[in-house]
């Protein structure tokens, strides 16, 4: 390379990096900005915009974004701590990442440990006693599962004077004590409150496995999804039947009701959602398996797998066991999980 090159070359690099600091000098002036408005003040292409600034900008964390297409807007992001993540230890820093998700008010989806310290800052709390907390918190509830699975037939057990199925599991709790929200219950609440596709393949690619798991386990040869009560264009759990792709027979469940649709979140006296259950979900299509498997997005009291499932065993459509098998479940006995 010759000396004339090198210079331009030198020279080229420094009004990149030049044009990208006055960047982030514009955009922390004005709070959010479009691509556009940031085309047409520098002066600049959206391609060279895009491919010397933005993308390195955002993915040295100089720069965060929010919205999808057309309508993105970028803004410098809060100060990262760096210090906080030196004080904590490899294994508690490894928990976080591999468990905590919140999704913002404003939309935005944060993982693991800046997710944590977003959540810490934004209470007020101490990162590092707080996430010492969250570790314990974790280790106390992971002791709830056996091969990635939650026993909720306990709970079933402790509600219901007669109970339909032969076992029930959870894939995660919805929430925990204190930290609210678990990673798949932060998933399901706005894949489903958002009907937001990408989340939705998103939790369900996470899903998969794990349902395929139980169906090898208990050689399950038909399934059932548990019908919406709520009206939306883009229902989670039909989502979730097609993209599972299952290769065995589906039995057809159709949500009913009278003048007034009464979603079960709504009700909160145990005997009103049973009666809720029993007379407003329908075998509408009569399979007969030897294992059955029922899956549900969210189990509160979990009258409607109970009744769901009572209703195949007084047709006799099960022949052997019947599982039920939810994303998310409560904790504790009877409980409302109102919000999905």
Same mark, same amino acid.
């Given at each position: 390379?010759?000396?004339?090159?090198?210079?331009?070359?030198?020279?080229?690099?420094?009004?990149?990096?030049?044009?990208?600091?006055?960047?982030?000098?514009?955009?922390?002036?004005?709070?959010?900005?479009?691509?556009?408005?940031?085309?047409?003040?520098?002066?600049?292409?959206?391609?060279?915009?895009?491919?010397?600034?933005?993308?390195?900008?955002?993915?040295?964390?100089?720069?965060?974004?929010?919205?999808?297409?057309?309508?993105?807007?970028?803004?410098?992001?809060?100060?990262?701590?760096?210090?906080?993540?030196?004080?904590?230890?490899?294994?508690?820093?490894?928990?976080?990442?591999?468990?905590?998700?919140?999704?913002?008010?404003?939309?935005?989806?944060?993982?693991?440990?800046?997710?944590?310290?977003?959540?810490?800052?934004?209470?007020?709390?101490?990162?590092?006693?707080?996430?010492?907390?969250?570790?314990?918190?974790?280790?106390?509830?992971?002791?709830?599962?056996?091969?990635?699975?939650?026993?909720?037939?306990?709970?079933?057990?402790?509600?219901?004077?007669?109970?339909?199925?032969?076992?029930?599991?959870?894939?995660?709790?919805?929430?925990?004590?204190?930290?609210?929200?678990?990673?798949?219950?932060?998933?399901?609440?706005?894949?489903?409150?958002?009907?937001?596709?990408?989340?939705?393949?998103?939790?369900?690619?996470?899903?998969?496995?794990?349902?395929?798991?139980?169906?090898?386990?208990?050689? %399950?040869?038909?399934?059932?999804?548990?019908?919406?009560?709520?009206?939306?264009?883009?229902?989670?759990?039909?989502?979730?039947?097609?993209?599972?792709?299952?290769?065995?027979?589906?039995?057809?469940?159709?949500?009913?009701?009278?003048?007034?649709?009464?979603?079960?979140?709504?009700?909160?006296?145990?005997?009103?959602?049973?009666?809720?259950?029993?007379?407003?979900?329908?075998?509408?299509?009569?399979?007969?398996?030897?294992?059955?498997?029922?899956?549900?997005?969210?189990?509160?009291?979990?009258?409607?797998?109970?009744?769901?499932?009572?209703?195949?065993?007084?047709?006799?459509?099960?022949?052997?066991?019947?599982?039920?098998?939810? %994303?998310?479940?409560?904790?504790?006995?009877?409980?409302?999980?109102?919000?999905?």
């Amino acid at each position: 390379m010759t000396v004339d090159s090198k210079l331009s070359t030198l020279y080229s690099i420094n009004m990149k990096t030049k044009t990208s600091s006055n960047i982030i000098d514009y955009i922390r002036g004005k709070g959010r900005v479009s691509a556009k408005e940031l085309v047409d003040h520098f002066g600049i292409s959206r391609q060279a915009l895009f491919k010397h600034h933005l993308q390195k900008l955002l993915s040295s964390g100089q720069l965060s974004k929010i919205g999808k297409p057309p309508k993105v807007f970028y803004f410098i992001p809060e100060p990262k701590i760096k210090e906080l993540k030196t004080k904590l230890n490899a294994p508690t820093t490894n928990l976080i990442n591999n468990n905590y998700l919140i999704i913002t008010p404003a939309g935005e989806k944060k993982e693991g440990l800046s997710g944590f310290i977003y959540w810490c800052q934004k209470n007020n709390f101490d990162v590092v006693k707080t996430a010492h907390d969250y570790a314990l918190t974790i280790k106390k509830f992971k002791r709830f599962y056996k091969d990635g699975l939650i026993d909720g037939l306990p709970k079933i057990r402790s509600s219901f004077a007669q109970v339909f199925l032969d076992k029930l599991f959870y894939l995660d709790f919805y929430s925990i004590e204190r930290f609210g929200k678990t990673r798949l219950g932060q998933l399901l609440l706005y894949a489903k409150q958002s009907q937001n596709t990408s989340l939705m393949k998103e939790l369900i690619d996470e899903l998969q496995p794990r349902i395929q798991q139980v169906i090898k386990k208990y050689e %399950i040869e038909a399934t059932g999804f548990i019908p919406p009560t709520v009206k939306r264009e883009k229902q989670f759990m039909n989502a979730l039947q097609k993209n599972l792709r299952l290769n065995m027979r589906i039995i057809s469940l159709v949500k009913v009701s009278g003048d007034i649709v009464v979603p079960q979140k709504t009700l909160n006296k145990l005997p009103d959602r049973i009666e809720n259950a029993k007379k407003t979900i329908v075998v509408s299509e009569a399979i007969s398996a030897d294992n059955i498997l029922l899956i549900d997005d969210a189990v509160g009291s979990g009258a409607t797998l109970n009744e769901t499932e009572g209703q195949l065993r007084r047709q006799n459509l099960a022949r052997g066991k019947i599982i039920g098998l939810a %994303i998310t479940g409560s904790f504790k006995g009877f409980d409302v999980i109102s919000e999905v």
